[in-house]
């Protein structure tokens, strides 16, 4: 795995969720810190899961970037739709001033 998602022609887009890369990093990690003497076999494999383990590490910092991206973005959003308002409404029964106090 090269990206968080993955396509499948006429089937759609498949994610992987963010919560889960972590658990995937934590395994490989305790995976590859054992250093006992390995065969040729698993020697091989442990290749195959360093290679794994850092592409999820790239998998992870790209989508912590657009995580962060969007967090921005809503921010954004946010400041601009509060400066777009006049700010807090107000009931007006109409009238003058005085009339107003006359009603009560």
Known sequence: MDSPSLTVT?????????????EFIDSYKRH????????????????????????????????DKEFDRKLEK????????SAKTMGEQIQDNGGTPEQRNQEG
């Not at 006429?10 to 972590?22: A, S, T």
């Open 74 to 81: 809503k921010e954004k959003r946010k400041q601009y739709e």
């Open 10 to 22: 006429k089937l759609g887009i498949f994610n992987i969720k963010y919560w889960k890369i972590d």
């Open 32 to 63: 590859l810190e054992n250093k006992e003497p390995l065969t040729w076999k698993e020697a091989t494999y442990r290749k195959q899961m360093e290679k794994q383990y850092e592409n999820f590490v790239k998998i992870k910092k790209t989508m």
